[in-house]
């Protein structure tokens, strides 16, 4: 597969997707993007938005099987990674998968399980793998991840520590639709949710074929330095408790070759990296309080960063 083929490829997933989804064509791109980066995404909005219609949208997309699990603070981590349960008939124990076992899982509302059952989840998305009763368990490819949290209802929430934040790839919000855009959604949803009418445009094996193709867009070693300035800003901002990991350079790097390859370029520009930067590094970011109450988030703290940052020649 080119890398031309990789930007036909997520063009048909972005245009699948969207007869589902109207008018929020930016996050379905950066979805399809972190689906071909290997990675998972968060979706921090308020409910009712379409975040269970966009993740199933995606699995019907590419053929791959859909999972939803809703979190809540009685869930055990048995009840998403799989237990094993005694056969009469035979006289066995016989695992039975969880949800984790899909292709495309949506996790509603992430925060309100336990930290127990969130450690489960951050093994699945760090290790492609689950343990139960003391046996390991690899999980099927791909394996993306989408969770989300609501910012509103903080009331028996646990809210998710810095290192599973780290984990996920990138952050959206949905956000609510334009007056048109909401109106043509009542238009579509009068009679049947169009989501169960998305066609499979590509196969499971594609996908993963186009994961490798991403992953060998080539990154000058000025870009990778960009990156990395990039990054390390963010470590001295007066702004920041906290800046990005180096899981964060990565990500970006990752991002950008993805960027790169859905515009059917086979090299990692600048602006590739300035465009990626804002949703790969904004969640990572731990900002101070008086910052936050005057209304800035990671996002625009990154933004800023960007500004300081000296951008090298553009190559390719």
């Keep these: 597969m080119t890398v031309a083929e990789v930007a036909q490829l997520a063009t048909d997933l972005v245009h699948a997707v969207e007869d589902a989804i109207v008018g929020k064509q930016e996050t379905v791109e950066t979805s399809v993007l972190t689906l071909l980066c290997e990675g998972h995404l968060l979706i921090e909005d308020v409910p009712g938005v379409g975040k269970t219609t966009l993740a199933?949208?995606?699995?019907?997309?590419?053929g791959g099987e859909f999972r939803r699990v809703q979190f809540t603070p009685d869930l055990l981590?048995?009840?998403?990674t799989g237990s094993s349960i005694y056969n009469q008939n035979s006289g066995d124990f016989e695992f039975r998968p969880g949800p984790l076992f899909a292709n495309v899982v949506l996790v509603d509302e992430v925060n309100r399980a336990t930290p127990k059952t969130q450690s489960a989840l951050l093994e699945a998305m760090e290790e492609h793998q689950v343990t139960s009763d003391g046996i390991t368990r690899p999980l099927p490819r791909p394996f993306f991840v989408m969770a989300t949290q609501n910012n509103i209802e903080?009331?028996?929430?646990?809210?998710?520590?810095?290192?599973?934040?780290?984990?996920f790839f990138a952050r959206v919000s949905l956000g609510y639709p334009g007056r048109e855009y909401e109106a043509e959604v009542l238009s579509r949803q009068q009679i049947e949710n169009p989501v169960e009418h998305v066609?499979?445009?590509?196969?499971?094996?594609?996908?993963?074929?186009?994961?490798?193709v991403v992953r060998e867009v080539f990154v000058h070693d000025s870009i990778r330095e960009y990156v990395v300035d990039i990054v390390r800003s963010t470590r001295?901002?007066?702004?920041?408790?906290?800046?990005?990991?180096?899981r964060?350079?990565?990500?970006?790097?990752?991002?950008?070759q993805a960027r790169a390859a859905m515009a059917g370029r086979?090299?990692?520009k600048p602006d590739d990296v300035k465009d990626c930067a804002p949703f790969v590094l904004g969640h990572r970011l731990i900002v101070r309080g008086e910052v936050r109450a005057r209304g800035t988030n990671g996002d625009d703290i990154v933004g800023q960063l960007l500004e300081t940052v000296a951008v090298p020649v553009a190559v390719g």
Excluded: C, N, W
């Design 77 to 80: 981590p048995s009840d998403i």
């Design 236 to 246: 001295g901002s007066s702004q920041l408790h906290l800046g990005s990991s180096p």
């Design 56 to 62: 199933k949208a995606l699995a019907r997309s590419i």
């Design 154 to 167: 903080m009331t028996g929430t646990y809210p998710l520590p810095e290192a599973q934040m780290d984990r």
């Design 199 to 212: 066609r499979q445009v590509r196969t499971v094996e594609e996908l993963l074929v186009a994961q490798r």
């Design 248 to 256: 964060g350079s990565l990500y970006l790097m990752h991002a950008s």
């Design 266 to 268: 086979d090299f990692v």
